[in-house]
């Protein structure tokens, strides 16, 4: 398996602060996305930033990509309680033809109230 | 409204019992996955799908069996070969597009009595 790196492993933060992310892949991509998982739940699309893009926003979410040192960032501005999640990255790409993602291990985020 | 149905969201295997897990999707997908999940760690792929009647093995397939019959469905078998299969299992769909995000269920939780 060639799962992506993600750091830190673990992040308290307060509300209002803002909460980065960093993901490190492997493998050359097409693009890089990025989930939110609630505990015991599914996973939940943030944001798509293709291989040709360099930085995306989606509201308080901002997404950078370096694919020369292969690694992504992702920043929440102004968190919030409700932010509170597992975020995940995942690589996409082609192998033999076929479309494959590879997740990263993930950033347990803790929005202290 | 569309999304992905997982059942049962609690599953309890006795030794050496096969135990099958669904996945139901109406989004019109025409690619499936399955992965799985342990505790605090990242996705690693099973099995995935990109068309009815075909499918392909995954980073840790062995254990596990599936079925593409239908374009909305992709049950995961969890046989008795698969010797640790306690963990929380995710099933996805996407457009068979890399450019595409995956869209999940909300997953199944496979225990062992």
């Known amino acids: 398996s060639q799962q992506g790196e993600e750091d830190p492993q673990a992040l308290s933060i307060q509300e209002g602060e803002n909460a980065t992310m960093n993901c490190s892949y492997k493998t050359s991509i097409n693009n890089l996305q990025w989930y939110r998982q609630n505990s015991g739940r599914g996973l939940v699309h943030l944001i798509l930033i293709r291989s040709n893009e360099r930085e995306k926003h989606s509201g308080r979410l901002r997404v950078t990509l370096d694919t020369s040192k292969k690694s992504s960032s992702l920043l929440i501005t102004a968190s919030r309680a409700a932010d509170t999640a597992s975020y995940f990255c995942?690589?996409?790409?082609?192998?033999?033809?076929?479309?494959?993602?590879?997740f990263g291990t993930g950033t347990r985020l803790k929005v202290l109230a | 409204d569309g999304g992905i149905t997982q059942s049962p969201k609690y599953l309890f295997r006795k030794e050496g019992q096969n135990v099958t897990l669904s996945c139901e999707q109406n989004l019109n997908h025409d690619a499936m996955y399955w992965y799985r999940q342990d505790p605090g760690q990242g996705l690693r792929l099973i099995y995935y799908s990109q068309i009815v009647n075909d499918f392909q093995k995954g980073d840790i397939a062995e254990g596990y069996s599936v079925s593409r019959e239908k374009k909305e469905s992709f049950p995961l078998t969890v046989t008795s070969a698969q010797k640790n299969p306690t963990a929380f299992y995710l099933c996805?769909?996407?457009?068979?597009?890399?450019?595409?995000?995956?869209?999940f269920g909300d997953g199944t939780r496979l225990s062992i009595l």
């Open positions: 995942a690589t996409a790409g082609t192998t033999s033809g076929t479309y494959k993602y590879i």
């Open positions: 996805a769909s996407s457009m068979s597009s890399p450019v595409q995000p995956q869209h």
